[in-house]
């Protein structure tokens, strides 16, 4: 689906032994965090919490790739976030499902791990945490980095193909049924569902219709991140069709 992608991007070293590469386009991803404000400090604890949480969700599906017997590991950053490819010999539901559940896990792990240490701070080490007036830097950065990782929890896991939650719908549809033609035809469904449902929850859609809102007063208040997602989501579905149909 995103075949090419790598071959325009540039090497930048090697991450516990997995070639990493990042694409042209995530300048596209520095432009939409920046034009969100918020202040330099803001800005750059951002872009520091995404291109760390998008690289260790990533090497979370290589190191689990690499651990099932996979060749060819690599890791490419792009406007969407990451890619993680890989050669398998034959494809086993387990070991698919096992890959694809590695990448949430260790973004649930850090959403988890700033928020615990994040509250042992304010209740052990409070002038850590706050001078009073205002959120230490480490405070700011563990805040916005369990934001961040929750956020990249919640957003994969969404059961859209081929995001991760899409996948593990689809093997774990052909793990039960043992049909890939249904597990096919049921993630298309809920990709299609849960993206709609998404962007509408997101840009307060349902909310606005339901307190008599007009679907002009709606599309004002849209932003240029509502945009950014748009186009994300109708890339998603555009791959959940030209694989599953």
Same mark, same amino acid.
């Not at 300048?27 to 918020?38: E, N, R």
């Not at 099932?68 to 050669?87: D, K, Q, Y």
């Given at each position: 689906?995103?075949?090419?992608?790598?071959?325009?991007?540039? =090497? !930048?070293?090697?991450? /516990?032994?997995?070639?990493?590469?990042?694409?042209?386009?995530?300048?596209?991803? !520095?432009?939409? &965090?920046?034009?969100?404000?918020?202040?330099?400090?803001?800005?750059?604890?951002?872009?520091?919490?995404?291109?760390?949480?998008?690289?260790?969700?990533?090497?979370?599906?290589?190191?689990?790739?690499?651990?099932?017997?996979?060749?060819?590991?690599?890791?490419?950053?792009?406007?969407?976030?990451?890619?993680?490819?890989?050669?398998?010999?034959?494809?086993?539901?387990?070991?698919?499902?096992?890959? !694809?559940?590695?990448?949430?896990? &260790?973004?649930?792990?850090? #959403? %988890?791990?700033?928020?615990?240490?994040?509250?042992?701070? $304010? /209740?052990?080490?409070?002038?850590?945490?706050?001078?009073?007036?205002?959120?230490?830097?480490?405070?700011?950065?563990?805040?916005?980095?369990?934001?961040?990782?929750?956020?990249?929890?919640?957003? +994969?896991?969404?059961?859209?193909?081929?995001?991760?939650?899409? $996948? %593990? &719908? =689809? =093997?774990? /549809?052909?793990?039960?049924?043992? +049909? @890939?033609?249904?597990? @096919? $035809?049921?993630? %298309?469904?809920?990709? &299609?569902?849960?993206?709609?449902?998404?962007?509408?929850?997101?840009?307060?859609?349902?909310?606005?219709?339901?307190?008599?809102?007009? #679907?002009?007063? #709606?599309?004002? $208040?849209?932003? #240029?991140?509502?945009?950014?997602?748009?186009?994300?989501?109708?890339?998603?579905?555009?791959?959940?069709?030209? =694989?599953?149909?």
């Amino acid at each position: 689906m995103l075949q090419g992608l790598r071959h325009d991007a540039w =090497y !930048v070293g090697h991450l /516990a032994g997995v070639p990493l590469y990042v694409h042209w386009s995530v300048l596209l991803l !520095v432009l939409l &965090v920046m034009s969100g404000g918020g202040g330099a400090e803001r800005i750059i604890l951002i872009l520091l919490a995404l291109v760390i949480g998008i690289v260790l969700h990533e090497l979370g599906h290589a190191l689990m790739a690499r651990w099932c017997g996979a060749s060819g590991i690599t890791i490419t950053l792009w406007a969407f976030g990451g890619l993680c490819e890989s050669r398998r010999d034959v494809e086993r539901i387990g070991r698919e499902l096992a890959i !694809v559940a590695a990448g949430p896990a &260790v973004s649930l792990a850090l #959403w %988890l791990g700033c928020s615990a240490l994040l509250a042992w701070l $304010q /209740a052990h080490h409070p002038h850590l945490v706050s001078d009073g007036y205002r959120l230490s830097l480490l405070a700011h950065a563990l805040a916005v980095g369990a934001a961040v990782n929750m956020s990249l929890f919640i957003f +994969n896991m969404l059961p859209i193909f081929p995001m991760d939650g899409g $996948q %593990l &719908v =689809y =093997y774990g /549809a052909i793990g039960v049924t043992g +049909n @890939r033609s249904l597990a @096919r $035809q049921i993630s %298309l469904f809920l990709a &299609v569902i849960g993206a709609c449902a998404f962007f509408g929850w997101r840009t307060d859609l349902w909310a606005m219709l339901a307190a008599g809102e007009s #679907w002009t007063a #709606w599309a004002a $208040q849209l932003s #240029w991140s509502d945009a950014f997602l748009a186009l994300l989501l109708l890339w998603i579905l555009r791959s959940a069709f030209a =694989y599953l149909s």
